[in-house]
């Protein structure tokens, strides 16, 4: 600790995601030492007030909190296995994005060189860091993020997903998903809309309203499939397949891309075939799952 009574944290790694990290930090007062492969990229940061460590070996030896985010896990490893001993008993944050199985290896590797290691999913682009509105997912360690909040909670709002060093980039992975499927629907929702003149504004606006109340049937629909029963109290898959009608039949009059609503009709379909007409749409998860063995 220095006299700002704020914790010392290291910064390895000083691209779009690193250098927004590390300006956090020291914007919230954190004595903060940063290194990067491409040593120019310190300069603004240096400028700032950040302190320059030539080495990696000078940058974990700085702090006890060590945060890397490169470009993937090879880098990471790459390194930092030349300075394992000198990480011995201090705290390793990756934010680096990885698979879970990745994590978990790199979990181990720590642990095996006596690494305290909280694996995270940012959750944000970099001008998002510093925002508390944003989340960070955690996972590893148990009880480092506890210890270390009041540092980590300076770059976003920070989630404890628990011990299992995998589950942030599971999350993450998972996360990535829904933001694609979701942005594919509302992409062709809008040219949908815009076809007949509703500007892309007007149309999101309602959207955003919309995403609140998709929220509520989630938080509804996951109990469903934690229970592993899909009782059609609101609307059954028969309903939803009369309204995806209504919705390729606008689409097709305007001349839309009906790739996205034909892929949700063939797994509803799928499902009304195996005789289960009269579920909620959460059934459709069964489309996702592994085929049983
Ligand atoms: N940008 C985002 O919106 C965002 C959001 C969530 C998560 N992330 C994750 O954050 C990580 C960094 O992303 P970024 O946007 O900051 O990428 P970036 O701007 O391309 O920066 C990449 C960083 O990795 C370093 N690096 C790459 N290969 C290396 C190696 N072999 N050895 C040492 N350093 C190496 C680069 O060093 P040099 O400067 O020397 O090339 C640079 O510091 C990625 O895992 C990314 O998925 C990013």
Not at 104 to 115: C, L, T, V
Not at 135 to 149: C, D, E, K, N, V
Request: net charge negative.
């Amino acid at each position: 600790m220095s006299n700002t009574n704020k914790q010392n944290v290291t910064v390895i790694g000083l691209g779009r995601m690193g250098a927004a990290l590390a300006a956090a930090f020291l914007d919230a007062g954190h004595p903060t030492t940063v290194f990067n492969r491409t040593p120019d990229k310190a300069g603004p940061l240096v400028a700032r007030g950040a302190r320059h460590a030539a080495t990696v070996a000078e940058a974990v030896t700085a702090s006890e909190l060590v945060v890397v985010c490169v470009l993937d896990y090879p880098a990471v490893r790459a390194l930092l296995e030349p300075v394992a001993d000198a990480l011995r008993g201090r705290v390793l944050v990756n934010l680096t994005s990885g698979s879970p199985e990745q994590a978990r290896e790199e979990a181990a590797w720590a642990a095996g060189h006596g690494i305290g290691y909280l694996d995270g999913g940012i959750m944000t682009t970099p001008p998002g860091i510093g925002d508390s509105a944003n989340m960070i997912l955690y996972a590893g360690g148990p009880g480092l993020l506890q210890t270390h909040r009041p540092a980590l909670e300076v770059l976003a709002d920070p989630v404890d997903l628990g011990a299992d060093a995998g589950l942030a980039s599971l999350y993450d992975a998972g996360l990535l998903g829904l933001m694609w499927s979701m942005f594919g629907g509302w992409l062709h929702s809008t040219a949908l809309t815009g076809a007949d003149g509703v500007s892309a504004k007007d149309f999101t606006a309602v959207v955003v309203r919309s995403l609140g109340t998709m929220a509520w049937f989630m938080t509804t629909y996951a109990e469903q499939i934690d229970a592993g029963k899909y009782p059609g109290d609101d609307a059954t898959l028969d309903v939803h397949v009369a309204s995806i009608a209504h919705l390729l039949h606008a689409g097709e009059k305007r001349g839309i891309d009906a790739r996205l609503p034909e892929l949700h009709l063939e797994m509803m379909r799928e499902a009304i075939e195996a005789g289960h007409g009269g579920d909620s749409y959460a059934r459709i998860i069964e489309a996702f799952r592994p085929a049983p063995r």
